[in-house]
């Protein structure tokens, strides 16, 4: 992807952030935006509210296998460690390595999905959520992954948005 392909990518997010009324509309921009820079067959937006210890799926692309309802509780582990405390990404390029991070990895790859990429997104010190972008093995090179960065700040823009 070129810089003028992304510039292109991100004016277009940035006309729908700023012209598009609806809940789900910030979402769908960030979506549309993560595909045509990295891709993702799988996208999800999740807010975590560590005060009362729990996430909740904000926005899905794939509402029968993921719906937006309800909570699960968050759990304390080397996930939460290096994306919540840590603040950095977590990519994983295969079934194997999900499956040691997350309990719905027999889902994950009915999908067909083998690698995932979750992008926490904070502002001012406080975390909003992650963004998560999922698809076939090895997917997220580390190309990809630092096209990813570029999320970052149209992430925050749509969570402010959202709300």
Known sequence: ????????ALGAFHRAIAEETGPQKPWQALQALAQQIVGAKLFTVTTVDLD???????YTNMPEAYPVSGTKPITVDPWFEQVVIGKQLFVANTLEAIAGHFPDWELIGSLGCRSCVNMPVFVRGKMLGTVNMLDVEGHFTPERVALVEHLRIPAIAAFLAAR
Do not use: G, N, P
């Open 1 to 8: 992807m070129t810089s003028h392909d992304i510039h292109a």
């Open 52 to 58: 009362a210890e729990v996430a909740r799926r904000l």
